[in-house]
């Protein structure tokens, strides 16, 4: 068979690289816009859905969780497909360094 060409395989027993890092500027727009709304919540929770009512994606919060920025709650016994979040504190320093970069 011939080799994957794909360069972000793993070979077997090897722990895969974080590709998240924690500063401000690798957060893309959407991440950046669903973790400021934890901010203003008890307990840093991350909403469900956005400001016109749509789920967010998966994929955001997937990459934000794998990033560090955001971390599991509690499962939701109703709806057990969705995640829960929080920010974690890594986040928070993260948006704010955001905002002093925004003020320079």
């Known amino acids: 068979m011939p080799e994957s ?8 027993g090897e722990k ?3 590709t998240g890092t924690l500063k401000a500027g690798s957060l893309s727009a ?5 973790l400021q709304r934890g901010l203003s919540q008890p307990g840093g929770k991350l909403p469900l859905f ?3 009512g749509r789920e967010i994606p998966v994929r955001t919060i997937r990459a934000c969780i794998d990033a560090g920025w ?3 709650w ?13 920010l974690t504190p890594a986040a928070m320093k993260a948006l ?4 002093k970069d925004k003020k320079r």
Do not use: G, H, M, Y
């Open 70 to 72: 955001a971390e599991p």
């Open 74 to 86: 509690f499962s939701n016994p109703i709806k057990p497909d969705w995640l829960v979040c929080k």
């Open 30 to 34: 959407p991440q950046k816009r669903w």
């Open 96 to 99: 704010s360094a955001s905002q």
């Open 16 to 18: 895969p690289a974080r």
């Open 50 to 52: 956005d400001d016109t």
């Open 5 to 12: 060409k794909r360069t972000d395989v793993v070979e077997a």
